[in-house]
C-alpha cells in the first residue's frame, strides 16, 4: 500500500514540475516574442504607416476600445487583420515551441536566451565600431572640402543629408555587422573599452601636437563610449558583473537568492525595460521615434551624423536586458523546481 501510495506522489509531484517549468518557459518565450513584436509593430506604423492592433481594434471595436473618429480604409484594416494574425501565431508559435521542446531543462532555455542576448550585442559592437569608422571618414573629407573631388557635386551633397547618410552608409553597414556577428563569435564590445581610449588619444595627440580639431572628434568617442556602456549591461548581469550594494542578500541561502532575484528580474527589471519600450516608442513624436524618424544629427552642423543611432542604444539595452532578465529568471526557477544550475563558465565559453 505504501508503495502504491509513493508512486502517486511521485507521479504527482512530476507532473506538477512538468506544468509548472512548462508554464514558466511558455511565459518567458512570449514576453521576449512579444517584445520583440512590437519593436516590429513599431517599425510598420511609424515608418510604413500601418494602422497598428490599437487603431485595429478601435476600427472594430473589439475588447471595449472606442470606435475610431475616422474609419480604417480597406487597406488600412487588411494590413491591421496581417498584424492582428501575426500576433496570433506568434503566441501559438510559442505554445508549439514549448510543448515540442518540453523535456528541456529551464537552463538550456536560460542559455538559447543568454545566446541570443550575446549576438545582439556582438552584432551591434561591429555595428558601432564599422560605422563610427566609415562615418568619422566622410565627416572629415566633408569638413576638409575634399568630397567634391572624391566623389563630385551630387554626392558630396547628399552625404551631407543625414537621411540620405543614414539610409545608403549607415543602415547597410548595420545588416553587414549582422553576418559578420553571426560568423565571428566573441563579445566584441570589450574591445569598446580599448576603442574609447584611442579615439581619446588621437584627440589630445592632435589637439596638442597638430593644433587640429573638429567636432567629429569627440562625437566618436561619445558614440563609443555610450555604447559600451548600454551594451556590456546585460552581459554583466549574466555574469554578476554588477557590483551589489546590499545588507541582506550576501547572507540569504542559495534558494532565498533565487527567489530575490527572479522577483527583481519580474517586478522591477522586466517593468524597466518595457518602461524605456512603450515610453520612448508609443507615439510619432516619442523620445526614441522621434530621432530615428529624422535621422536627428548634432546641432554643430559638421559633426558625425549618428546621433540618432545613440538614441537607438536605448532600444537595444532594453531589448537585450530583457532576454537576459528573462534568461537569468528561468536560471534562478530552475533552482527553486530543483533542476541543476549551470555554470556561468558554459555561458562564457558558448556566448
Not at 548600454?230 to 541582506?248: M, Q
Request: aromatic fraction near 18%.
Amino acid at each position: 500500500m505504501s508503495n502504491s501510495e509513493d508512486i502517486k506522489t511521485f507521479n504527482s509531484s512530476s507532473n506538477g514540475r512538468y506544468w509548472t517549468a512548462f508554464m514558466l518557459r511558455l511565459f518567458s518565450w512570449l514576453m521576449i516574442s512579444l517584445t520583440l513584436l512590437f519593436l516590429v509593430n513599431n517599425y510598420l506604423i511609424f515608418w510604413r504607416e500601418w494602422p497598428g492592433l490599437w487603431n485595429f481594434f478601435s476600427h472594430q471595436e473589439w475588447f471595449g476600445f472606442s470606435p475610431l473618429r475616422t474609419p480604417l480604409s480597406e487597406d488600412a484594416q487588411l494590413l491591421g487583420w496581417v498584424q492582428t494574425i501575426i500576433m496570433v501565431l506568434i503566441i501559438l508559435l510559442n505554445i508549439l515551441y514549448v510543448q515540442k521542446n518540453s523535456k528541456r531543462e529551464l537552463n538550456e532555455d536560460a542559455l538559447i536566451m543568454a545566446r541570443f542576448a550575446a549576438y545582439l550585442t556582438r552584432a551591434c559592437f561591429w555595428a558601432v565600431f564599422i560605422v563610427g569608422c566609415f562615418d568619422i571618414v566622410i565627416s572629415f573629407l566633408r569638413v576638409e572640402d575634399f568630397l567634391k573631388p572624391l566623389f563630385g557635386d551630387f554626392m558630396a551633397i547628399e552625404l551631407g543629408r543625414s537621411v540620405f547618410r543614414g539610409t545608403f552608409v549607415h543602415y547597410p553597414l548595420i545588416v553587414l555587422s549582422f553576418v559578420i556577428a553571426y560568423f565571428v563569435r566573441g563579445l566584441g564590445f570589450t574591445w569598446l573599452a580599448l576603442l574609447v581610449v584611442v579615439a581619446e588619444l588621437q584627440i589630445v595627440i592632435s589637439r596638442f601636437v597638430y593644433s587640429y580639431e573638429q567636432a567629429f572628434m569627440g562625437d566618436l568617442v561619445r558614440m563609443w563610449y555610450a555604447a559600451l556602456f548600454l551594451f556590456a549591461s546585460s552581459y554583466a548581469l549574466i555574469t554578476e558583473g554588477h557590483v551589489r550594494v546590499d545588507v541582506l542578500y550576501s547572507r540569504f541561502t542559495a534558494k532565498t537568492q533565487a527567489i530575490s532575484n527572479a522577483a527583481g528580474c519580474l517586478l522591477l527589471g522586466v517593468p524597466l525595460c518595457w518602461v524605456i519600450l512603450t515610453t520612448g516608442m508609443w507615439g510619432k513624436g516619442s523620445s526614441l521615434n522621434s530621432p530615428l524618424l529624422s535621422f536627428e544629427v548634432y546641432q554643430q552642423g559638421f559633426g558625425m551624423y549618428t546621433k540618432y543611432l545613440m538614441v537607438g542604444f536605448l532600444i537595444v539595452f532594453a531589448l537585450c536586458m530583457l532576454v537576459q532578465f528573462m534568461g537569468y529568471f528561468l536560471k534562478c526557477t530552475a533552482e527553486l523546481i530543483g533542476e541543476e544550475i549551470e555554470q556561468k563558465q558554459q555561458f562564457n565559453e558558448e556566448t
